[in-house]
């Protein structure tokens, strides 16, 4: 009886530390103003399904990196602006927002909010052409 409490505290004690570890949040915000933009956001083991975001509003989403530190996510980001898949959460993004992963999706291109370095942004540029602009490569 003693024991199994024991062995029930240790374990809760390791969850516990597991967890202060390794949580993570990545937020995917509209930064674009007058305009709703399309998100797909996936990892090799969760599809996060198709979300429609008005300007400044978010999707937020909590997980904890596998062991051996090689959870990924992607998102496909959809504009007015332009398009493209981004990696959102890698070992190498970690480094610059720790446990907390702010993108804010700019008329330029998604831009990395990077809590390491005062918040100063890491942004990329689009892949791809705006979806309404036809006969513009494909
Ligand atoms: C964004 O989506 C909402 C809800 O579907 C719609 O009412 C609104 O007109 C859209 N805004 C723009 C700028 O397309
Ligand atoms: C994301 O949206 C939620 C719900 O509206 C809000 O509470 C939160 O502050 C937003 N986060 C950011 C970074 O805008």
């Known amino acids: 009886m003693r024991q199994n409490l ?3 505290f240790a374990l809760l004690l390791t969850m516990h530390c597991y967890s202060l570890v390794d949580k993570e949040t990545v937020v995917v915000k509209n930064d674009i103003s007058g305009e709703n933009i399309t ?3 996936y990892s ?3 599809d996060l399904g198709v979300h429609t975001l008005a300007y400044a509003a978010n999707f937020t989403w909590y997980f904890h990196v596998n062991i051996g ?15 493209g898949n981004y990696g959102v959460f890698d ?11 702010l993108w804010l999706i700019k008329a ?3 831009c990395l909010v990077q809590k390491v ?10 892949k791809k052409p705006p979806y309404h602009i036809k006969g513009f490569a494909s």
């Open 117 to 126: 370095i005062r918040g100063e942004l890491y942004c990329q540029p689009w």
């Open 6 to 8: 024991l062995l029930t």
């Open 108 to 110: 330029t291109g998604p």
């Open 91 to 101: 070992k190498r993004l970690e480094n610059q927002c720790d446990d907390y992963c």
């Open 39 to 41: 998100i797909h956001c």
């Open 69 to 83: 530190g090689s959870t990924k996510f992607y998102c496909d980001l959809t504009t007015g602006h332009g398009s």
């Open 44 to 46: 090799s083991d969760d």
